[in-house]
């Protein structure tokens, strides 16, 4: 049995980032926690097909995962490349394809996956926004399983907690071997658990993703970029990049813009709502 508390802190559970191995093939946390988003994604989809007004066929999102999964892979790479590394990655280029190493952007992958959804709609004429709903109800599981590979990986951790704080954890790999802020935790807590339950009420319990289509992917936007900022201010800043000249972290930053996406989809989704209300409807 793991031992919950030492000396006022958290245990860290020393699991190890490998899960488990085949032969010389390691089977890593990181990687299930990718295919479990991916094929969780897939299966509640495919459920949500057969309810009547679908927007999606069973046929569609069998192709559509496949385009969502190169646009998390690309652009989570892309964007670690040009968002925490470029420099690094500038002067040996070949890293860049050295996925085995780690090195992957949230804020990447978004991108991949938004284009992947704009791409995939006007190829098979499908509602873009109504898209976008239903795919941003289900990202939050993509991001718990993230964030819990982070945690099993030791890496990504927060600042240094007050002094005895009981929710402090040491992690292995910090060189300072001081208690932090376990700060995966709360990211998976917060943009794992808490929004997907938000997400799901709202898909199911009200009328939005019907009378408003793109709202939900908007509150999913900015549910996220709430999340992140406020964990931020307890996360420890990348090494090599640190805090900008007015305290902000590059994940901070990155998120910010994403609420003027957040409100644009919203927006669309109210006015959609607004001319139903004018057509009696």
Known sequence: ???????????????????????????????????????????????????PGAVM????????ITWALFGIIL??????????????????????????????SFHGGFAGVVLAVIFYARKHKLDLMRISDVVAIVAPIGLLTGRLANFINGELWGRPTAEGAWYGMIFPSDPLQVPRHPSQLYE???EGIILFIILQFLYHKTRIAKD?????????????GLVRILVETVRQPDAH?????????RGQMLSIPMFLLAAWLISKGWRHRSALKAKGK
């Open 1 to 51: 049995m793991l031992e919950l508390f030492t000396l006022g802190t958290l245990t860290f559970p020393d699991i190890g980032p490998v899960m488990f191995s085949l032969g010389p093939l390691d089977i890593r946390w990181y990687s299930v926690a990718y295919i479990f988003g991916i094929v969780f994604a897939w299966w509640y989809i495919r459920r949500l097909t057969k309810r």
């Open 57 to 64: 066929s069973a046929d569609h999102i069998d192709d559509f």
């Open 75 to 104: 652009g989570g790479r892309i964007g670690y490349v040009l968002f925490y590394n470029f420099s690094a990655y500038l002067k040996d280029p070949v890293a860049i394809f050295r996925l085995w190493d780690g090195g992957m």
């Open 188 to 190: 998976a807590f917060g």
């Open 212 to 224: 408003m289509p793109g709202a939900l992917a908007g509150i999913f936007i900015a549910g996220y």
């Open 241 to 249: 990049l640190g805090l900008n000249a007015i305290g902000l972290s």
